[in-house]
Every structure is written in structure tokens, then in C-alpha cells.
């Protein structure tokens, strides 16, 4: 992200979030030693493909507001300033609960469009504490 003003934190989603892609591929690679090589190779794309679509959204906290940007083949960026936020929200699993993992759903004024959403990202009640912090500030 071609960003000017300083990075506060910067947030990749968690892997246990993504625990599909990633049980699948094995599940699949391992049967690819028992039936035919191409469950093998099916088994690694599938985990190639989970780990390369995590690493492609990308979460920012910056000074002036939020940004979310996913970048794979085609780029997609949405930013929120703080005084446009009008309400934080956390949800949790069970499991995701047990893993420290959850998202952070952050509603903005004017308009549903504007909507940015952390999604599997690791502490998310700390992220919400400093969301809530530079909300206080601006």
C-alpha cells in the first residue's frame, strides 16, 4: 500500500483462521501416498493457494484512520477515518475464542459501502482498546 503517514500497526489474518485450506491440503496430500500422486498435488495447491490468499489481506492502523487491502491479482482497498466510525464490534467463536483469534467489525457513517472488517486476526480486543484510543483522540 502506497501509504504517506505513519503505519500504527500492520495485521496479516491469523493461519487457524484459514485451518481449512490448510486440513484440507494435508488430508489430501496424504492420500495422494496412498491413491495417486495427483491428490498429492491437489493437497500442496490447495495449501499453496490457503497460505497465498492470507498473506494478500492485509490490515492497517494508521494515524489518520483504517485500512483493509486485499492484493492478490487485482488490488481491493477500503480506508475509514477515525471521526467517520461510528461503532467497533468483536465477534468470537468458541473455538476461535479458545485461539485468541476473532474479527473486528468497524461501522462507519454514511453509508453501509464504507464498512471495513479485520477478519481473523489474532488479539482482537486489543486492536479494538487502540481503535477506541485514537477514536478518543480525533
Given at each position: 500500500m502506497d501509504i504517506k503517514e505513519p503505519i500504527i500497526k500492520k495485521i496479516h489474518p491469523h493461519?487457524?483462521?484459514y485451518f481449512?485450506?490448510?486440513f484440507g491440503g494435508?488430508?489430501?496430500?496424504v492420500l495422494g501416498f496412498f491413491f495417486s500422486p495427483?491428490?498429492?498435488l491437489g493437497g500442496v495447491l490447495i495449501l499453496a493457494l490457503g497460505e497465498i490468499s492470507r498473506r494478500a489481506e492485509?490490515?492497517?492502523?494508521?494515524?489518520?484512520?483504517?485500512?483493509?487491502?486485499?492484493?492478490?491479482?487485482?488490488?481491493s482497498r477500503k480506508f475509514t477515518e477515525f471521526d467517520k466510525i461510528q461503532n467497533i464490534e468483536v465477534n468470537q467463536s468458541f473455538l476461535e475464542n479458545i485461539l485468541?483469534?476473532?474479527?473486528?467489525?468497524?461501522d462507519t457513517s454514511g453509508g453501509d459501502k464504507a464498512e471495513v472488517n479485520f477478519r481473523g486476526i489474532k488479539d482482537p480486543y486489543g486492536i479494538e482498546h487502540i481503535?477506541?484510543?485514537k477514536i478518543k483522540i480525533t
Open positions: 493461519p487457524f483462521y481449512g485450506f490448510y494435508i488430508f489430501m496430500a495427483l491428490f498429492l492485509t490490515f492497517y492502523i494508521l494515524e489518520s484512520g483504517v485500512a483493509r487491502e486485499y492484493k492478490l491479482l487485482s488490488t485468541g483469534i476473532g474479527n473486528v467489525h468497524i481503535l477506541r484510543e
